[in-house]
């Protein structure tokens, strides 16, 4: 699955206002960072943006359906909510959403670094 540059191009030109948007490749999408926080992933060709307990309700209201995927005959679910319609081709919209998804990775507890263990 090929990465769509001409999304992250949209996304980074719209969001210019707020901060700057950088993104990181990963398994044939992207993670997409504002100012170095995570908002969002590029995946199936569609945006996606993170969510939380706090938020889902407008998610839910917009109609914004949980990234789900099928890993070893199980479906996995991430808190992220698929992108509303007019993100796609109304600036304000897409800062709107992003705003959200902002605030709801700042919300999130900060998770301590995999790997290595100090012994006792």
Partial sequence: M???T???DWVREALAPIGMV???RMMGGATLYCDHTVFAILAFDELWF???AESDALWDAAGADRFTYTAKDRTMVMNYRRAPADAYDDADALREWAGLAIAASLRAPVRKPRGFRKKD
């Fill in 6 to 8: 001409g999304l992250v």
């Fill in 22 to 24: 950088t993104m990181r």
């Fill in 50 to 52: 993170k969510a939380d």
């Fill in 2 to 4: 090929a990465l769509d």
